[in-house]
Structure formats: C-alpha cells, structure tokens
C-alpha cells in the first residue's frame, strides 16, 4: 500500500516563502514520477508541478513558474515544493500524488496515490 504524507504547509504572508514535503513509502520510491496539485476553496483541484523519477524532468503550471520549485531526494524518499514569492492567490490545500510511472503527466486522472493535502494559506 503505497502512502503519501505531506507536511511544511501553514500561514505566511505574501511574499513569503514555504517548503512543503512529502514522504512516500510502500513502494520503491525512486521508480516513478510524483506530482504536486492544489485545490483552493471553491475552485477544481488543479495541477501545480511535476518531476520524473530520477529528478531530471520537471514541469510546471504556468501559476507556478518562476516561483515554485519541485525537488526529490530518492535515498530520503521525499518529494519537495518550494515556494516562493507566494501570493494570497497561492492560498489552497496542495497534495502530492504519484502515477503508475517512471514520467509524470499533467493529467491528475493519471495519478494514483494521493496524499490527505496540507493547508497553505497566504495573507495579504
């Protein structure tokens, strides 16, 4: 049984800056591609970024670039998104998911596993 927790969200004021984590197990980590997606209140979960199984590929929403980050650390079995330069617009339950597959997508149908989300609020 594959698990994602994620952890790193909270309160920040815009401008600001956090680094969200999440720590997979249940499977071998480094053989598939992860994914990070936000929903906000209101609005459709929505793809935020992505990177392949060995870290050399990353994607990103246009929302996101420039100021978001994605990383993995295949020994510590964790994938991170760091963010920067955060907006109130950024304000959203962010969940790290992963597909059946070394590359990631954009699609989050073609995600598997998903995280229970953690809470990212920004203040203007």
């Known amino acids: 049984q594959v698990q994602l927790v994620e952890s790193g969200g909270g309160l920040v004021q815009a401008g600001g800056s956090l680094r969200l984590s999440c720590a997979a197990s249940?499977?071998?980590?480094?053989?598939?591609?992860m994914g990070w997606f936000r929903q906000a209140p209101g609005k459709e979960r929505e793809f935020v970024g992505a990177?392949?199984?060995?870290?050399?590929?990353?994607s990103y929403a246009d929302v996101a670039k420039g100021r978001f980050t994605i990383s993995r650390d295949n020994a510590k079995n964790t994938v991170y998104l760091q963010m920067d330069v955060l907006k109130p617009e950024d304000t959203a339950v962010y969940y790290c998911?992963?597909?059946?597959?070394?590359?990631?997508?954009?699609?989050?149908?073609?995600?598997?596993?998903w995280g229970q989300g953690t809470q990212v609020t920004v203040s203007s």
């Open positions: 249940g499977r071998r980590f480094s053989g598939y591609a």
């Open positions: 998911a992963a597909p059946e597959s070394r590359w990631y997508t954009i699609r989050q149908y073609d995600y598997t596993y």
């Open positions: 990177i392949s199984w060995n870290g050399g590929s990353t």
